[in-house]
C-alpha cells in the first residue's frame, strides 16, 4: 500500500507568489494533518482534517495560509503571497481516527526567495 | 495545554553501545499516548515505538524499549546495540486520549543522534 505521498519535494519561489503543497493521504485513513518543521520552532501543528472537516486550524500562522479537504483522498496547503519567513518542510500525515499513530509523507521543502 | 521537552539537542554513542534519549512532559490528563518518532536525513517521519498511559509496562521494539515513568512524566528512549543506520532526528511526542477528536501530536523538539563506528 503507498504511503502518504506529497508533492512537491522540494519547491523554490520568490517572495509574493503563490504556493501550493499537494497531499494524498493513505486510503482508508480519515484523519490527515499538516504539520511545518523549522529549525527555530520544531514541528508545529498548522491545521488537521476529520472526515475531509477541518476541526483544529489555530496554528495556521496567518491568514496567507489556507488548507483545503475537497475529498478523502486530497488535501492541499496554500500560501498567498508567500514570505522569506515561510521557508520551511512542510509535512502532511495521516492516520484512521483514534489509532493513534500518524504516518508521515516525506515532506515539502519551501525555500522562498 | 500540553508541553514535551527535550532538553539533549545532541546525543553520540559508539556502535554496538547503547545510548538513552530523554523526554519529559507536562499534562494534567491521566490518559494519553507518547511515541518516539525516527526522522532520518531522508526527512520521512517513522515511527519507533509507543506506549499507552494506562499500561505499566515498558514497551519494546526489538533493540528499541522507554522507560516509562508515568508520576515523573518521564518517557525515555533506549537504544541497545546501536547501528549506523540510527543515526538521525528522534523527536518524542505527545497524544491526547481526552477527545474523540484529537489524534493531533505534541512534538518535543528533537536530539540528534550521532552513531561512530
Known amino acids: 500500500d503507498a504511503g502518504v505521498i506529497q508533492s512537491p519535494r522540494h519547491e523554490v519561489t520568490e517572495m509574493g507568489q503563490e504556493v501550493t503543497l499537494r497531499c494524498k493521504p493513505i486510503?482508508?485513513?480519515?484523519?490527515l494533518f499538516w504539520y511545518r518543521q523549522t529549525m527555530m520552532r520544531g514541528l508545529e501543528l498548522l491545521i488537521y482534517f476529520n472526515n475531509n472537516v477541518p476541526i483544529d486550524d489555530s496554528g495556521m500562522p496567518e491568514d496567507r495560509f489556507s488548507a483545503k479537504m475537497p475529498n478523502a483522498s486530497f488535501s492541499t496547503l496554500k500560501i498567498q503571497p508567500s514570505e522569506p519567513r515561510d521557508s520551511a518542510v512542510y509535512f502532511c500525515?495521516?492516520?484512521?481516527?483514534?489509532?493513534?499513530?500518524?504516518?508521515f509523507g516525506e515532506g515539502s521543502r519551501l525555500t522562498v526567495l | 495545554a500540553q508541553t514535551v521537552t527535550q532538553s539533549q539537542p545532541e546525543m553520540s554513542v559508539q556502535e554496538a553501545e547503547t545510548v538513552t534519549l530523554s523526554c519529559t512532559y507536562d499534562?494534567?490528563?491521566?490518559?494519553?499516548?507518547l511515541f518516539w518518532y525516527k526522522q532520518p536525513p531522508s526527512r520521512q517521519m517513522i515511527l519507533v515505538i509507543r506506549q499507552e498511559a494506562y499500561k505499566q509496562q515498558n514497551a519494546t521494539e526489538n533493540r528499541f524499549s522507554v522507560n516509562f515513568q508515568k508520576a515523573a512524566k518521564s518517557f525515555s528512549l533506549k537504544i541497545s546495540d546501536s547501528q549506523l543506520g540510527d543515526a538521525a532526528m528522534y523527536f518524542c511526542?505527545?497524544?491526547?486520549?481526552?477527545?474523540?477528536?484529537?489524534?493531533?501530536?505534541?512534538f518535543g523538539t528533537g536530539t540528534r543522534l550521532q552513531v561512530f563506528p
Open positions: 511526542a505527545y497524544r491526547s486520549e481526552g477527545s474523540y477528536n484529537t489524534d493531533k501530536l505534541i
Open positions: 486510503s482508508g485513513h480519515n484523519s
Open positions: 499534562t494534567s490528563e491521566s490518559d494519553y499516548y
Open positions: 500525515a495521516s492516520s484512521k481516527l483514534r489509532t493513534g499513530e500518524l504516518f
